[in-house]
């Protein structure tokens, strides 16, 4: 797991972090320190944090680890690309101005336009011979493809040999100068990488995992699920008090008697119903 890489940290040394980082992690056990590893926090959680603070930690280091970069940029030898300029500007061969310059450009060029001259005239010429063996052109084609052929091999040795003088030279210079030796340059490179390390090691990793193991768990504890809401909503009434018929005493119950009807008295008009 690659984190952010800190503003402290090259890339190419990310590596070597982790390498230190997990060398510790490794043998925390041997660190009376460090022996709530595993109990509170395990070798890959501290890991974690430890790579999420990788810019705090590496700032404990930070005097040393300048320092080893620095000496790491001044052994390293110029490259290529930084000869060749110095061919094509003159540089390094004790002459400068637009005549070296003119030279330089036309010791490069001169091989890849030769070059491209032999190809054409000696494909053309054998062409022409192969469709005329008798023809006189042909043969002045093949002839100028040679001459170009042999111009652009020596402007090669020639770019080749400046090259190599310029090398020779820009290195003499850089001893002359008071540079170190190759030697001289290894160890001082080594010695540089170890007080990074150390440091790293001792003011950078280590405290932080002890600070970790040190202090209290504050992690949250896991969420309480809310309780399960019933289906039936909750009002604030209570429900009616019900008794069976049967409950209670019979003397409290009304009672009911059935009316009493009697027949209509019928009679003569004159009769008058009392």
Request: glycine content about 8%; proline content about 9%.
């Amino acid at each position: 797991m690659h984190m952010n890489v800190a503003p402290h940290l090259l890339t190419e040394d990310r590596a070597e972090y982790e390498r230190i980082l997990d060398d510790a992690l490794r043998s925390a056990h041997e660190r009376p320190d460090l022996a709530e590893v595993g109990r509170r926090f395990t070798t890959a959680q501290l890991r974690t944090m430890a790579l999420n603070a990788t810019t705090l930690i590496t700032t404990a280091a930070a005097v040393e680890y300048d320092h080893f970069v620095k000496v790491r940029q001044e052994g390293r030898s110029p490259t290529g690309t930084s000869v060749m300029n110095a061919v094509l500007t003159g540089d390094g061969d004790g002459v400068s101005g637009p005549g070296a310059g003119i030279v330089a450009i036309v010791t490069v060029l001169a091989p890849v336009l030769s070059g491209t001259a032999a190809v054409i005239f000696l494909l053309v010429g054998a062409l022409l011979k192969v469709l005329d063996p008798a023809m006189v052109f042909a043969e002045t084609l093949l002839t100028a493809g040679l001459f170009f052929g042999s111009v652009a091999a020596a402007g090669l040795l020639c770019a080749a040999a400046g090259l190599l003088v310029t090398a020779r030279r820009n290195r003499s210079t850089e001893v002359g100068a008071g540079a170190t030796a190759p030697g001289e340059a290894d160890d001082e490179l080594s010695r540089a990488r170890d007080a990074w390390r150390s440091a790293l090691l001792e003011r950078g990793i280590l405290p932080f995992l002890r600070e970790a193991l040190a202090e209290p768990d504050t992690r949250p504890a896991p969420p309480v699920p809310p309780p399960r809401a019933s289906r039936i909503p909750k009002i604030g009434y209570s429900g009616p008090d019900f008794s069976s018929p049967s409950e209670g005493s019979s003397g409290n119950r009304p009672t009911f008697s059935s009316p009493d009807f009697s027949s209509p008295d019928f009679g003569p008009p004159e009769h008058q119903p009392e």
